[in-house]
């Protein structure tokens, strides 16, 4: 990323699971997934969340909660 940021190219890089896999029921299923998305343009801190791991549980705490339905979509947005 920072390599990215240095040469100046406008990049959005997304972090996610295909699918969920609760340990519990040891299967998949149709749950929500966490993800994480980097933006180039994103240098605003008033627009970032505090989120900084990459877990189920900190991503609940995430700007988009236990996430969205078509959060691919995100990537698209300016």
Same mark, same amino acid.
């Given at each position: 990323? +920072?390599? @990215? *940021? +240095?040469?100046? @190219?406008?990049? +959005? #890089?997304?972090? $996610? %699971?295909?699918?969920?896999? %609760? #340990? !519990? #029921? ?7 997934? %966490?993800?994480? @998305?980097?933006?180039? !343009?994103? !240098? ?7 989120? *900084?791991?990459?877990? *189920? ?5 995430? !700007? ?7 959060? @691919?979509?995100? $990537?698209? *947005?300016?």
């Amino acid at each position: 990323m +920072k390599e @990215i *940021e +240095k040469r100046g @190219i406008e990049a +959005k #890089i997304a972090v $996610l %699971p295909d699918h969920a896999t %609760p #340990i !519990k #029921i040891k299967t998949h299923t149709a749950d929500l997934v %966490p993800f994480a @998305i980097y933006s180039t !343009k994103n !240098k605003n801190k008033d627009e970032r969340d505090e989120v *900084e791991k990459y877990d *189920e549980f900190a991503c609940r705490n995430g !700007k988009y909660g236990r996430g969205v339905e078509n959060s @691919i979509e995100i $990537l698209f *947005e300016d």
